[in-house]
């Protein structure tokens, strides 16, 4: 191949690449256009929707006693009320509690244990409450806390992508 062939694909080349780049200026610029149009409305609509989460939190916070049972509802499309969040392990004498599991739980000792003899606490949060006990594992911070999210989901994605967007972080500051 003769370099003058080279040079000419490199010209064909550099002229589609250009083009690309071009193309995706344009895109940019039209996402950045539909943006600044757009975006005052959604940070009122945000400034509204937090807003309103405040005051739905707080209003399920002073009415505990209303989700006494059934804990939670759906109301509107949205999950309110009070859930059970998963607490934090509590290991207290470590050797003790490699001991037991090598005693009680023999078959899952490898995963449960680490090499240096101490308990896997993220393997131990899996293990039901009453191996737990049986460890000498107790479980702390399992405290009910407010559970208020859509059943649909697929807005809580474009607000977080929201949220996330520097203009927007702007106005919350």
């Not at 707080?58 to 059970?84: C, N, Q």
């Not at 806390?145 to 967007?165: H, R």
């Given at each position: 191949?003769?370099?003058?062939?080279?040079?000419?694909?490199?010209?064909?080349?550099?002229?589609?690449?250009?083009?690309?780049?071009?193309?995706?200026?344009?895109?940019?610029?039209?996402?950045?256009?539909?943006?600044?149009?757009?975006?005052?409305?959604?940070?009122?609509?945000?400034?509204?929707?937090?807003?309103?989460?405040?005051?739905?939190?707080?209003?399920?916070?002073?009415?505990?006693?209303?989700?006494?049972?059934?804990?939670?509802?759906?109301?509107?499309?949205?999950?309110?009320?009070?859930?059970?969040?998963?607490?934090?392990?509590?290991i207290g004498d470590a050797d003790n509690v490699v001991r037991l599991i090598r005693k009680l739980l023999?078959?899952?000792?490898?995963?449960?244990?680490?090499?240096?003899?101490?308990?896997?606490?993220?393997?131990?949060?899996?293990?039901?409450?009453?191996?737990?006990?049986?460890?000498?594992?107790?479980?702390?911070?399992?405290?009910?806390?407010?559970?208020?999210?859509?059943?649909?989901?697929?807005?809580?994605?474009?607000?977080?992508?929201l949220i996330n967007d520097e203009d927007v972080e702007a106005v919350q500051a």
């Amino acid at each position: 191949m003769q370099m003058q062939e080279i040079e000419s694909r490199a010209k064909v080349f550099a002229s589609a690449r250009d083009e690309l780049a071009s193309r995706l200026q344009d895109l940019r610029d039209e996402q950045e256009s539909a943006k600044r149009r757009r975006i005052q409305g959604i940070k009122n609509s945000l400034a509204r929707f937090t807003a309103a989460h405040g005051e739905l939190k707080e209003a399920i916070e002073v009415s505990k006693d209303e989700f006494k049972s059934p804990k939670t509802r759906v109301l509107h499309g949205i999950k309110v009320g009070w859930m059970k969040q998963r607490g934090k392990l509590e290991i207290g004498d470590a050797d003790n509690v490699v001991r037991l599991i090598r005693k009680l739980l023999p078959d899952q000792a490898e995963t449960l244990i680490k090499t240096t003899d101490k308990p896997v606490a993220a393997a131990l949060s899996n293990l039901a409450a009453g191996d737990l006990k049986r460890l000498g594992v107790r479980i702390a911070d399992d405290i009910d806390a407010v559970v208020l999210k859509p059943v649909d989901g697929e807005l809580d994605k474009l607000i977080a992508a929201l949220i996330n967007d520097e203009d927007v972080e702007a106005v919350q500051a």
